[in-house]
């Protein structure tokens, strides 16, 4: 019987294409490729039959005459569609001291456009050294953005003076079992627990980084010798491209619908996407990291080089490298990633991780006028999306107050400090903390910048959690595996009395009203308020200051813990109600001091700000011990006049009232107070029958006034 023999498929009809847009994009007839490798002299496309393939079925030499225009390599090939798994390899000069490149015939690269990357057989040690890695290799997959129906959903675009940031991990938000989720650690995840977020009432979620990372990364070992892994996500590889590990499925190809489908139903719900993003440094680290793409293809317009030795990286980050983002293909390619997210997810805002690092020109000096900043400052599409600037980098780059540009908003870390230090009771902040409830116009006033350049908080993901803050006097790092060293040594937290959990019932009431204190602060502030997931149920970390390596049950969220907490989850969802109930609490003006200050009308003279001490009119500014101070706010859009009593003291105060503010005060907040008294919702208010109020020690009062029927 004679045998026969399946005939080869045809080899794809591949012409040269076009050099915009970069990356990957299919249309009728097959897919174009583009990328960025201004010194390549040899580029191969590669493609693959899967995502588990290990060698490709087809490899595609460019011809420079016919596939490159400039510093652009490109071609077209029919028949290619959605799906198709794809990677690059690429050969140039060689490398050397003065030269900057680091081509490697031998690496698979990713494409820095891809919208979506599959690592299936990712080996990360394999990608170092000179060996060949094409078995061992990450590669991108041609994605279709066309077909998905978004319901006419769009960016919400919430006035900044009204947005309520909740900080969160889309892994650690539920990867514990007791999240009881379907899709633990997942976007979907995240979609589940909607309904407990707009219960609490806050307008925005800050994701921490979703860009594509290696979770597989291993950084360390710790005491007991198990690997410790990249959890927080702060060393991207695929800017345009979703994390795989944060899909139902990383197998079909369904990253960017899962994310989309994220955005959408907390926009039904009335909450902004704000992304966390990392511009400033990647996950190839330093000159012994791995070849993943950037540095295969241009290393040296990427990233930062040692003038004297170009083979060595520049680290301002901590990460092994510096991006060099003010070079222009860079500043190209982030402008574009920024477009993206926007026009194509219906992203509402970004958080830029060490955002001063972008402000580096040639050589790592800080630029006046940083192009890529500005770029983003003026840009058309960005133009009603939040921009929320971490004003410093390494170096000592520290530019809170001063960052490029107006429209940024900027974590203002002088307000996390003084309130921590206020509220565990140190003496002689009274300016400060006055400053910080008024939107810090000692930081933003001078240059034409509003209360909402500022965004608040005393918690983020770098540090204690709210509970560790007021639990432990310093941190608590050995799980990390550095022998304790990682992590800020100073966090102006306290105890109060003893240092970590505790069973003494004097102490840890004390840790609760001081955590109401911390909230209620915060949400009396103008300005932009963020809140760190699981604080409103006492999340802790066990006093890890620097959970980036635990990806385990020390940062994720326990949802057991959220159903013993029901009255502290109260009393952060009725504050956050009050902020949103009073435009004096969240006015996008700095105070004046006069009557017309924050646009009030009625004619009875009041400015808009009045400050005290436990007598009126009589603050201790310059007393270096007081802990005790009161302020009187003028209602705006018709609400009622607020005052407001902090006392840090160890003692009880008698607060001196207002008595020119109409028929007396009510009691709004108490923080003094078990639950439900501690806030009171607006059919609960209490009469005050007094001229004065005792404030308890460390307690926040909020009074507002019974107008005048007259």
């Not at 990677?87 to 030269?99: C, H, L, N, Q, T």
């Not at 402008?335 to 020109?361: N, P």
């Not at 909402?452 to 007021?470: C, I």
């Amino acid at each position: 019987m004679r045998r026969t023999t399946r005939p080869a498929p045809p080899a794809p009809v591949v012409t040269p294409g076009r050099a915009q847009p970069l990356g990957a994009r299919p249309d009728t007839d097959g897919v174009n490729f583009s990328v960025f490798a201004e010194h390549a002299t040899r580029v191969e496309l590669l493609l693959f039959d899967g995502h588990d393939a290990p060698a490709p079925s087809r490899v595609i030499t460019l011809d420079p005459d016919l596939h490159r225009s400039y510093q652009f390599w490109h071609c077209h090939v029919a028949g290619l569609g959605a799906g198709q798994v794809y990677a690059y390899r690429m050969d140039g000069p060689a490398g050397g001291k003065d030269s900057g490149h680091r081509f490697s015939p031998q690496k698979v690269l990713l494409d820095p456009y891809a919208r979506a990357n599959v690592n299936t057989l990712w080996e990360r040690l394999r990608a170092g050294g000179p060996e060949d890695n094409c078995a061992y290799s990450m590669r991108s997959m041609v994605v279709d953005l066309d077909g998905y129906d978004w319901e006419g959903d769009e960016p919400l675009r919430t006035p900044h003076a009204d947005t309520v940031i909740y900080e969160l991990h889309v892994g650690g938000l539920t990867a514990s079992p007791s999240s009881g989720v379907a899709h633990p650690g997942t976007f979907a995840g995240v979609v589940e627990k909607i309904p407990y977020l707009k219960e609490l009432g806050i307008t925005a979620v800050e994701l921490l980084p979703v860009f594509d990372f290696d979770e597989r990364q291993v950084l360390r070992t710790g005491p007991d010798g198990a690997p410790l892994h990249n959890y927080w996500g702060y060393d991207p590889f695929g800017f345009f491209a979703p994390h795989t590990a944060y899909c139902s499925d990383q197998r079909q190809c369904t990253h960017i619908t899962e994310f989309r489908d994220m955005v959408k139903a907390l926009h039904r719900a009335g909450i902004e996407v704000i992304l966390d993003v990392v511009f400033t440094h990647t996950s190839e680290g330093d000159e012994n990291g791995p070849t993943i793409s950037f540095r295969g293809q241009g290393n040296e317009a990427y990233y930062h080089l040692w003038p004297q030795d170009r083979r060595r990286y520049m680290d301002f980050t901590g990460r092994g490298n510096a991006v060099n983002a003010n070079h222009p293909a860079v500043a190209k390619f982030i402008i574009e990633c920024l477009h993206y997210w926007v026009t194509e997810h219906h992203v509402d805002g970004f958080r830029f991780d060490l955002a001063s690092e972008l402000s580096r020109g040639a050589g790592g000096s800080e630029m006046e006028v940083p192009p890529v900043l500005w770029a983003i400052e003026f840009s058309g599409v960005l133009s009603e999306t939040k921009i929320i600037a971490e004003p410093w980098g390494g170096g000592g780059l520290y530019q809170v107050g001063r960052f490029p540009g107006r429209r940024w908003a900027q974590w203002n870390a002088p307000y996390r400090d003084d309130v921590r230090r206020f509220v565990r009771g140190e003496g002689g902040l009274l300016r400060a903390v006055a400053s910080r409830l008024g939107g810090s116009p000692d930081l933003f006033g001078r240059g034409g910048e509003r209360p909402t350049n500022s965004v608040n908080f005393v918690t983020s993901h770098d540090g204690f959690t709210l509970n560790d803050l007021v639990s432990y006097d310093v941190k608590h790092n050995r799980a990390n595996g550095e022998c304790d060293a990682d992590g800020a040594v100073e966090n102006f937290s306290w105890n109060c009395g003893v240092e970590g959990p505790t069973d003494a019932p004097d102490v840890e009431r004390l840790r609760l009203r001081q955590i109401k204190n911390h909230t209620a602060l915060l949400l009396l502030s103008r300005g932009i308020p963020m809140l760190l997931a699981g604080d409103e149920f006492r999340n802790s970390q066990g006093g890890n200051n620097n959970a980036h390596c635990q990806d385990n049950a020390v940062s994720w969220l326990d949802w057991d813990q959220a159903e013993k907490e029901t009255d502290l989850r109260r009393f952060f969802r009725e504050m956050i109600a009050l902020r949103k109930r009073h435009r004096a609490l969240r006015a996008p003006q700095f105070f004046s001091g006069r009557p017309d200050g924050g646009g009030r009308s009625d004619g009875r003279g009041h400015p808009d700000v009045v400050w005290h001490g436990t007598r009126l009119e009589q603050p201790g500014w310059d007393d270096p011990a007081a802990r005790a101070l009161a302020l009187t706010l003028v209602g705006l859009d018709g609400g009622p006049d607020l005052h407001v009593l902090l006392n840090m003291d160890r003692t009880g105060l008698d607060f001196e009232l207002p008595t020119d503010r109409g028929h007396g005060w009510l009691r709004l907040v108490d923080t003094a107070l078990p639950s439900p008294q501690d806030v009171l919702p607006p059919d609960a208010r209490e009469m005050v029958d007094n001229t004065t109020y005792r404030a308890d020690g460390h307690s926040v009062v909020v009074l507002a006034a019974l107008p005048s029927t007259g």
